[in-house]
């Protein structure tokens, strides 16, 4: 299945794809939807465009059931997911979130592929919110608590009003490493005096009412 779907990719993309789609061949092993993130963050990191790596998985899941699976069972969003991120820390690095307005067209561009794989983007995604009530100087602190936490390629964005918003998939996975980002704020010497409140917010259901409910969230 590989073989075959490494010479359409040569095919039709040339050899630097071919090389690329070579190079994770055995990532793909096993077509388990949580390695798509690492794997779209590295492509971009090599300067794949996105609609070129979709179109490279469309292709394989065209010839492979069980990896047409994988990404219909969030494989689409991790794999998008992870590109943006590899591509905005080339752009911004990690040092803190990256701008608000790149954070709102991830979620507009996730929106669509979700929609367009005939998924609920509120039931795939959502946002975690660390309120610091205005403490702009408490921001990096929770930033770097917040990469430890989340550490599967998450895009983080800091607001005007100080808030840290961070874009997840709605997995198992999302209650336990927000209650270890709680605990981390909870247990720094730097915060004592400075509650900072964390919580997951539900997304809005269309893609219409995105900007209107991350305004809320900034101001």
């Known amino acids: 299945m590989t073989d075959a779907w490494l010479r359409d990719v040569r095919s039709e993309w040339g050899e630097r794809a071919y090389r690329a789609a070579a190079d994770i061949v055995d990532v793909l092993a096993g077509c388990q939807a949580a390695k798509l993130q690492g794997v779209g963050a590295d492509l971009a990191r090599h300067g794949h465009r996105l609609e070129d790596v979709l179109a490279w998985f469309r292709l394989l899941a065209s010839q492979s059931r069980a990896f047409r699976t994988a990404l219909c069972d969030g494989g689409i969003v991790a794999l998008a997911s992870g590109w943006a991120e590899g591509m905005l820390r080339d752009e911004f690095g990690l040092a803190g979130g990256t701008p608000l307005e790149l954070l709102r067209l991830r979620l507009q561009q996730q929106f ?22 205005g403490r702009h100087d408490c921001v990096t602190r ?14 983080m964005a800091t607001t005007p009003s100080g808030n840290l918003l961070v874009l997840v998939s709605r997995n198992p996975e999302v209650r336990m490493r927000t209650l270890q980002l709680i605990d981390a704020l909870r247990h720094d010497d730097q915060l004592r005096g400075t509650p900072v409140r964390v919580w997951i917010e539900p997304l809005a259901h269309t893609a219409q009412h995105v900007d209107s409910h991350l305004l809320g969230l900034a101001s």
């Open 112 to 133: 669509e592929l979700t929609t367009s794989m005939g998924e609920a983007p509120e039931r795939v995604l959502a946002l975690v919110v660390a309120d610091t009530a």
């Open 142 to 155: 929770v930033v770097h608590h917040a990469r430890q936490a989340f550490t599967s390629g998450e895009a």
